[in-house]
């Protein structure tokens, strides 16, 4: 039987999928007002949305174990345990696993490969910085981009319906990934608009845009966690309803 496709239209509070990537976005800006810059002489780790990336990445793990646990396809457990140990490895770096909350100092010897003195991956020089760092962002941000909104919008606008056995069914993000994925790919684009043209932007405009995309690629993982996990308890729980009408059907004599 052919169904709508339920994982385009799960739908989240606002406050998590529209107004919380807006905040991100502006936050930045926030700070820039006189006065109101209260991370003025703060540690840039301890930041609110450094420490906002770390929460959501967390989070996101526990969504992600619940998930590997409760599918039952092969293929459907495969692909949140590897998300969730993508996710974990996120998180980990994000927190240069424990340093900067336990407050150790790595080697010298580990301080020569590491751009910023952390005991993370990503901060490796030479190839090891492109392949643990610049790879999986950019592949994240495709993803954000291609499966969070051009992919959902493309089935929905078709009207495109699917067997609740296909890949199609599950796979695909909820439209509510769509704004953090849209923010996550554009935050940046204005200070690239205006380095293409060999300009600069306004004093006010001008933000470093590495860790608000950071939280937004966060939340963007945060959102397809939360919006699959009630994707599969609503399919889960019409499965069950199913069932059940099935066994109470009277078989006439």
Not at 48 to 58: D, K, Q
């Amino acid at each position: 039987m052919n169904t709508g496709c339920p994982s385009f239209k799960t739908a989240l509070p606002r406050v998590l999928w529209l107004y919380l990537p807006i905040a991100i976005c502006i936050y930045p800006y926030v700070l820039h007002v006189p006065h109101l810059n209260w991370e003025e002489g703060l540690y840039r780790e301890f930041g609110l949305i450094e420490n906002s990336t770390v929460v959501m990445l967390a989070a996101a793990v526990c969504y992600g174990l619940r998930l590997s646990w409760r599918v039952n396809s092969v293929y459907q457990k495969t692909w949140f345990i590897i998300l969730t140990i993508g996710t974990f490895y996120f998180l980990g770096e994000e927190l240069s696993w424990g340093q900067h909350l336990f407050n150790w100092h790595p080697s010298e010897e580990w301080n020569v490969i590491n751009a910023q003195d952390e005991t993370n991956l990503h901060n490796l020089r030479g190839i090891y910085h492109v392949l643990l760092d610049r790879l999986p962002r950019e592949l994240l941000s495709i993803a954000s981009i291609i499966g969070g909104f051009v992919v959902p919008m493309y089935f929905i606008k078709r009207g495109s319906t699917f067997d609740s056995r296909s890949f199609n069914h599950w796979i695909w993000p909820s439209y509510v990934c769509g704004v953090t994925g849209l923010l996550a790919n554009s935050i940046a684009l204005p200070g690239k608009i205006a380095h293409g043209l060999h300009k600069q932007l306004p004093p006010f405009f001008r933000i470093d845009t590495g860790e608000p995309k950071e939280a937004l690629l966060a939340l963007f993982i945060l959102l397809y966690m939360i919006a699959s996990s009630k994707y599969f308890s609503q399919t889960t729980a019409v499965q069950s309803s199913d069932a059940n009408d099935t066994d109470s059907v009277d078989v006439p004599s």
